[in-house]
């Protein structure tokens, strides 16, 4: 016997292996829920208990295992092959699920094939990405009492087009509409031209909060962005601008140039692909920007899709509403959001943002620019002058850089004893050139401009 089947039947039956003693036609669910999984084989001539009874094989038997797989909707790729007097049927994870065979869907679970129920047909459909949300269509939209011919308009200039045709036939040619007798709207069209898009798609807000300290727990801004897909965009950006800081550069030219605390462009990126990419499904979340004294993280509420991979985001779970920011310029419709983020990063010295992706959310970070940091340091420096040593200095230096820095993390820093650093922000103190706002707890420094 071979031995790598004779370790198989040793293991026994499992996620990826199933036995049989004899062939008959409830092998197709076998093969189905092996497709809708990771795969796996059906060995053929072997009991529920591993033991061989042995089947002869024939060219009939092929035929009617790739008869089995050949009804099933869609239908399944195998290769049937042959260990001794054991038949081994070998079925590949599905690239087209969910699969049916005429008994219905079924799903590998452990060492069982289990019946799918409706909801897990469902979001088998979502995750990979057989159910598109921005195409199905509102029946509560009315046109044209519920249009905004405005947004249609401001859409048009962005894309550079021209109103030469009535609108009815624009929003078709968008493949946001679809007319019989009347017209109606699918999501994506909701999304873009709504007079009210929260009135029907209220999970489609954008949070953005920003905090005073690391952990998130003191808010010092809050808002719930409302509006159309374009119009969100702009105002998350507003809202980091406004949050954020930004130092100005004189180079002899009529305008200065602005040094931003973040890196601005690939924040936008990011924003844009969270509007583009989320699980509009999910009505429970809604996505989230939160500004931390150290970090920007964005949060995307999602169904991760399979044999999704970091960097390769050639992506689209949304293909209209990508569609249509495409034709705005807003996006690339090849998908290289990440590596112009990089590029963004790279331009203004900025760390490279972190991810953290997994099953239910989608998460990116950025950090500050060096760019900034070293201007502030500097503007720092001018200011100060021959008023401090070198030790208030590196003090002014490493609290502008982080302005919750803890006596602790100086002293570590510095190579000194938190007693000298307490009597060095002393003086600086009473130099008004620091001072501490809130409590020595939950407050945090400020260098006074």
């Not at 036995?19 to 529920?48: H, P, Q, T």
């Not at 939209?141 to 011919?149: A, I, K, N």
């Not at 898009?197 to 409302?226: A, P, Y």
């Not at 931003?260 to 979340?285: K, M, Q, W």
């Amino acid at each position: 016997m071979n031995k790598e089947l004779k370790f198989i039947l040793q293991e026994g039956e499992g996620l990826k292996i199933e036995f049989k003693e004899r062939f008959n036609k409830f092998i197709g669910k076998e093969i189905v829920a092996f497709a809708n999984a990771v795969g796996g084989k059906i060995f053929l001539g072997v009991s529920d208990e591993g033991k061989v009874k042995g089947i002869k094989m024939t060219n009939k038997l092929k035929s009617q295992v790739q008869d089995l797989a050949n009804i099933c909707d869609p239908a399944v790729k195998v290769d049937v092959e042959s260990f001794g007097n054991v038949a081994v049927v070998k079925i590949e994870e599905g690239k087209d699920k969910p699969y049916k065979c005429p008994s219905g869907f079924y799903l590998r679970q452990g060492a069982n094939s289990q019946k799918m129920t409706r909801d897990e047909i469902i979001n088998l459909s979502l995750k990979v990405g057989k159910i598109k949300f921005d195409e199905q269509i509102n029946n509560r939209f009315v046109y044209p009492d519920d249009f905004d011919e405005s947004k249609l308009e401001h859409y048009l200039n962005l894309a550079k087009v021209s109103k030469i045709i009535p609108n009815e036939k624009i929003l078709i040619d968008l493949n946001v509409a679809e007319k019989n007798q009347i017209l109606k709207f699918n999501n994506a069209g909701v999304l873009f031209f709504a007079r009210k898009l929260q009135k029907f798609i209220s999970h489609s807000v954008f949070t953005c909060v920003s905090f005073k300290d690391k952990k998130g727990s003191d808010i010092i801004d809050r808002q719930e962005v409302e509006g159309n897909l374009i119009e969100i965009i702009e105002e998350v950006m507003k809202f980091v601008v406004k949050n954020t800081r930004v130092a100005y550069k004189f180079t002899g030219k009529p305008q200065r140039e602005n040094i931003y605390e973040y890196p601005l462009e690939a924040i936008r990126e990011a924003v844009i692909n969270s509007v583009t990419h989320r699980d509009y499904f999910e009505e429970g979340h809604n996505n989230l920007l939160k500004i931390f004294p150290d970090r920007i993280s964005l949060v995307n509420v999602w169904i991760k899709p399979e044999r999704f991979k970091v960097g390769e985001d050639v992506f689209r779970r949304n293909k209209i509403i990508a569609d249509l920011l495409s034709r705005t310029g807003l996006i690339e419709k090849v998908g290289s959001g990440f590596a112009r983020m990089e590029n963004y990063c790279r331009e203004v010295n900025a760390p490279l943002f972190k991810l953290d992706v997994n099953e239910k959310y989608f998460r990116i970070e950025f950090f500050k620019s060096r760019n900034y940091l070293d201007m502030v340091t500097e503007k720092v420096g001018e200011k100060v002058g021959e008023k401090v040593g070198e030790n208030e200095a590196k003090i002014l230096n490493l609290i502008s850089r982080n302005n919750n820095v803890t006596y602790t993390e100086l002293a570590n820093k510095l190579g000194i004893t938190e007693k000298s650093i307490y009597m060095n922000i002393e003086k600086l103190k009473q130099k008004g050139l620091v001072k501490r706002i809130g409590s020595a707890r939950g407050g945090h420094w400020e260098v006074v401009k």
